[in-house]
């Protein structure tokens, strides 16, 4: 069901429909089919796709060499209040037009920041009581919610691991607000990203100090939101630079670590972004298969990167090479733990139509849909999975077996080889993998 605010703002455009991929309607899904199972699942209940707040409805295209291309009806009156209410209206008539059933924020998107922490509290406040009933009205959930410790001067040297503790605090009482916002609207997760905990210059960083900080202030905020109430997830989503020149949670492998350190891996997870994997030189199923590895695969933020450029572009998803070996990680872990597919991406500066919002989402959701569709063939039809298993078979029986059940010591492995004699060489037929992807795409 669509629902609009008393005013509508995606004139001309309704509820987006799968059609198929003969269809030559740019306003209708070509794979995303809703209701479709595939691998047991409906599309829906895989995805969870989500529209991301800032980028969607807040970014209006400005970059470090001009100001914002995008005049957005919304959010144009004076009172903050009324402005954000205008944002919300906006924001459900499109996830609402677009079939999907969650959002996800940072607490000043949804109303602008006030000259004081009360003040802002209260606009938070206001801004949820209203969310909540656009919520019961449309059945659109909210994924997760954030807090933006990053843009504010005050977070210059970061908010957690500031050098200075005020500036801590203040990031504390930030965030137990965005908890308490999100526990209100039900939120299922709980995103932590570290935008500016990191450093510029190691020269004036007390590191080991900086990051026995994050550890005990996620242990506050984990438990101040399970004391009232929170059972979701946390995510911490990793990122290894940009704003900071080196961030602390750089990539999955060096979460993981950090959250065993400091005893938080029983209730965080991981929430990776496509771009933010390429800027840690891996690829995106690298990351997700990491998390997996660990139990942690929390969510993804769907987006994707310029292979030329590097930095962190934010474009929606359209390279289905990549998706395909991304949900091939997907399928077999399960899933996700919690979360879903936040579309953590935004149109061009160039792209001005308000159409285009829905355009990118569009091509987003198919090309996930899509991916997932060869992905499951590749599992289910194909020599794929036969193939990988065959790699290991050495492991499944015998000696191999004995090995991986702890059964051998080390000398065995010198009596083994010494027995053996020069072992046949085995092909790892990574071109006959590659042809395999490339035939079910
Ligand atoms: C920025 C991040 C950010 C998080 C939420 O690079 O992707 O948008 O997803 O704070
Ligand atoms: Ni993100
Ligand atoms: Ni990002």
Redesign the pocket.
């Known amino acids: 069901m669509i629902i609009t605010g008393t005013k509508e703002y995606f004139k001309g455009i309704g509820a987006i429909k799968f059609e198929g991929k003969e269809s030559d309607n740019p306003l209708a899904y070509k794979y995303y089919d809703a209701d479709r199972v595939v691998a047991g699942k409906t599309m829906r209940e895989h995805f969870k796709f989500a529209m991301a707040y800032w980028h969607t409805l807040c970014n209006t295209g400005g970059d470090p060499f001009g100001p914002g291309t995008k005049i957005y009806p919304w959010s144009t009156n004076s009172d903050p209040n009324r402005a954000a209410r205008e944002k919300a209206d906006a924001a459900f008539e499109f996830i609402t037009k677009m079939g999907f059933d969650y959002y996800c924020f940072h607490d000043f998107d949804l109303v602008d920041e006030a000259p004081t922490l009360l003040e802002s509290e209260r606009r938070i406040q206001k801004i949820t009581t209203y969310l909540a009933e656009k919520q019961n009205a449309s059945g659109v959930k909210l994924l997760w919610g954030t807090a933006n410790c990053f843009s504010h001067p005050r977070y210059m040297n970061g908010a957690a691991t500031n050098p200075d503790f005020n500036v801590v605090a203040r990031a504390g009482a930030q965030i137990k607000i965005a908890l308490d916002t999100t526990i209100a609207l039900q939120g299922e997760n709980y995103v932590f990203w570290g935008g500016r905990e990191g450093y510029m210059s190691l020269l004036n960083t007390n590191m080991k100090r900086e990051l026995d900080h994050m550890g005990r202030f996620l242990n506050m905020a984990k438990d101040y939101a399970r004391n009232n109430g929170f059972k979701g997830n946390f995510f911490i989503e990793p990122?290894p630079m940009e704003p900071s020149k080196h961030q602390y949670d750089f990539d999955c492998a060096t979460v993981i670590g950090f959250l065993r350190e400091y005893d938080l891996d029983k209730d965080f997870k991981i929430n990776i972004?496509v771009?933010?994997a390429t800027l840690a030189q891996h690829t995106m199923q690298h990351e997700l298969q990491i998390a997996a590895n660990a139990g942690m695969l929390g969510s993804i933020?769907a987006n994707r990167g310029d292979y030329q450029n590097g930095w962190?572009t934010?474009q929606f998803p359209n390279n289905i090479l990549e998706t395909t070996e991304a949900m091939l990680v997907f399928l077999k872990a399960g899933g996700l733990q919690g979360g879903g597919i936040n579309f953590?991406a935004k149109i061009r500066r160039n792209s001005t139509d308000l159409e285009d919002i829905f355009l990118g989402h569009i091509g987003g959701a198919d090309i996930f849909a899509r991916a997932l569709l060869i992905a499951d063939k590749i599992r289910s039809v194909s020599p794929y999975e036969e193939l990988l298993a065959k790699r290991y078979n050495s492991f499944d029986t015998g000696k191999g077996r004995a090995f991986e059940s702890g059964e051998l010591n080390f000398k065995d492995l010198y009596t083994i080889a010494q027995e053996n004699g020069e072992v046949a060489l085995q092909s790892g037929k990574q071109e006959l993998f590659e042809n395999i992807v490339n035939q079910y795409i």
Do not use: A, Q
């Open positions: 990122k972004e771009n933010h933020d962190d934010d953590d």
